[in-house]
């Protein structure tokens, strides 16, 4: 039986994390979404299990999306990140993979709109 091709086709995400930017005196000048890469993404429907690991971990789950997973990806880290879609930033509460590590899987929790 041949493999089924999933199509990701809901939207493109960008994952990075949140930097301050200072001025030359070193003043806080507030906080700039700096993104690590892009990825195409399904939206997913999220089930009960799910809004109670996010109620475990003390965050509210507001959207749940799976993405192909990029190898460049291994490398980064998990805390802190940030993701934009559509210029709305969402905090990462957790990042699963299947047991093959080929999709991810993405739980997020509104943060607002996106700092550029």
């Known amino acids: ?5 999933e199509t990701f086709n ?3 995400m960008q994952y990075g994390y949140t930097k301050t930017t200072r001025s030359e005196s070193g003043k806080d000048m507030g906080k700039v979404f700096s993104p690590e890469g892009k990825l195409a993404f399904k939206e997913l429907s999220c089930r009960d299990r ?3 690991l996010a109620g475990a971990l003390n965050s ?10 990029p190898p460049s990806f291994r490398n980064q880290s998990n805390s802190n990140l ?3 879609i559509d ?3 969402y905090d990462v509460i957790e990042v699963d993979s ?3 590590r080929r999709y991810l899987f993405f739980y997020l929790q509104r943060v607002g709109v996106k700092h550029e």
């Open 1 to 5: 039986m041949r493999p089924h091709r």
């Open 10 to 12: 809901d939207g493109m």
């Open 50 to 52: 799910d809004y109670e």
């Open 60 to 69: 509210r789950l507001d959207r749940k999306i799976k993405t192909l997973s």
């Open 82 to 84: 940030k993701v934009a």
């Open 87 to 89: 210029s709305i930033e």
């Open 98 to 100: 299947d047991p093959s």
